[in-house]
């Protein structure tokens, strides 16, 4: 695959093009300058926005000039939803997501060398322009009737709280963007998800209506499991790029927990591994699904993609230590703490019996089953196996002076939190 295209395309990472055989010779003919935008709504970059930044990343790596834009400007306004307004964030605090996201952005792309990546701010340029000047330069532009086929517009309003002129503009700021960037850096290229195409076609549009060329839109599909659930969802809770929102250990576990039928849409969209690879792990899949090794190839390659490889060792060993054999008294504090949040438990008490700690911690739902549990042999403390069910918990049993890791059997896992 040489083209950078047909490599996106093997790889499930393209929903929609507008005029493929131009975009294709225009990538050929490059290199041409991508952009991706990249809005504050949280303090924190997620799983979607990784998508589009390993989307960034292969087009900058197949020779492309890439610009990642932060939102200051359209982060304020927020992009429509089709259920609910956005609750507006305060200046000040969209101005301290707007810092935290650029710098994590960086890490996935390369600012150096000879085709450094561009890191912008879209309150820069917008933040100069007066109302009557937006209105009258850009607002001409659209159409009303168009704007409202939107979908995320078109469901507001046909919902009972309708939609602001606010959130309603929206789709206008983000053209804007795509003006400025094409005016500025001879961007001719938009990428985003598949959710996003009305506003990236905006976009588009403007150019040809105000410049008179022709530029073009890429988006990457939404990647869902097989109930349709978005990837990225973790119990209602994103998947979060910050160590501090999602420590390693949980982001490690979620992409391990993969379904068979999903891991390999997942490691060509996510990983670099090659056809032959996949192709591999695809068999592994087939033949050996207990062994999970296409499940631990996507959750290394990405964990490590996200934290490095020193955080994704310390998720390995925790998996090791609570799944399999490992030593869980070797793990570091904050790779236990992160994986003892994780598991279901409570506080206990140094002094408590082992058969009281393992009602607690709901290892057993009464005192006689915790003590017929462990007098067979079904109970271990830090990976040991008890048979004392009167043994009493002694501070050294609570490593690193906080959690002790109670487990029946070999899958059923629970954190004793020291109390006081």
């Known amino acids: 695959m040489t083209h950078i295209l047909d490599e996106l395309q093997w790889r499930g990472a393209v929903a929609q093009t507008t005029a493929e055989a131009e975009l294709r010779e225009a990538l050929a003919n490059g290199p041409i300058t991508v952009y991706c935008g990249f809005d504050p709504t949280a303090p924190s970059l997620h799983f979607g926005n990784l998508v589009q930044l390993i989307q960034l990343r292969r087009l900058q790596r197949a020779g492309h000039r890439v610009i990642a834009l932060v939102g200051g400007s359209t982060g304020l306004i927020g992009d429509p939803r089709p259920s609910s307004e956005r609750v507006l964030k305060t200046k000040d605090q969209t101005a301290e997501w707007v810092d935290k996201i650029r710098s994590q952005v960086r890490p996935f792309l390369d600012f150096e060398g000879e085709n450094p990546a561009r890191v912008v701010n879209n309150l820069d340029w917008t933040s100069q322009i007066s109302a009557l000047d937006f209105l009258r330069d850009v607002g001409k532009y659209f159409r009303v009737n168009a704007m409202m086929k939107k979908d995320a ?40 998800g598949s959710d996003q195409w009305g506003n990236l076609i905006a976009g588009a549009d403007l150019i040809r209506s105000v410049e008179g060329k022709s530029v073009h839109v890429l988006t990457s599909p939404l990647l869902t499991d097989a109930s349709g659930q978005k990837y990225g969802k973790s119990e209602g809770n994103a998947i979060w790029l910050d160590a501090t929102m999602t420590s390693p250990y949980a982001f490690y576990q979620y992409f391990l927990n993969v379904e068979d039928s999903e891991v390999i849409k997942l490691l060509k969209f996510m990983t670099d591994r090659t056809p032959e690879e996949i192709a591999e792990l695809e068999k592994a899949v087939a033949e050996a699904p207990f062994r999970r090794e296409a499940q631990r190839t996507l959750a290394a390659d990405v964990t490590t ?10 998720a390995v060993a925790a998996s090791e230590a ?28 140094e002094g408590t019996s ?7 911690v709901g290892i057993a739902d009464s005192r006689n089953a915790a003590r017929r549990l462990i007098g067979d042999g079904g109970v271990s403390l830090n990976n040991v196996k008890m048979n004392d069910a009167e043994y009493a918990l002694t501070a050294e049993d609570f490593l690193h002076g906080e959690v002790a890791i109670l487990k029946r059997g070999r899958k059923f896992q629970a954190a004793a939190r020291r109390a006081g």
């Open 153 to 192: 517009v078109a469901a507001r309003l046909n919902s009972e709280e309708g939609i602001s002129y606010t959130e309603f503009s929206y789709q206008i700021l983000q053209a804007l963007d795509y003006l400025h960037l094409y005016r500025e850096y001879g961007c001719t290229l938009q990428t985003g």
């Open 305 to 314: 993609l996200v934290h490095g490889e020193a955080a994704t060792a310390g």
């Open 322 to 349: 609570l799944f399999g054999k490992g030593d869980v008294s070797a793990l570091d504090a904050s790779t236990l703490r992160d994986a003892a949040q994780e598991l279901p438990g409570a506080d206990v008490a």
């Open 354 to 360: 082992l058969t009281d700690a393992v009602v607690a």
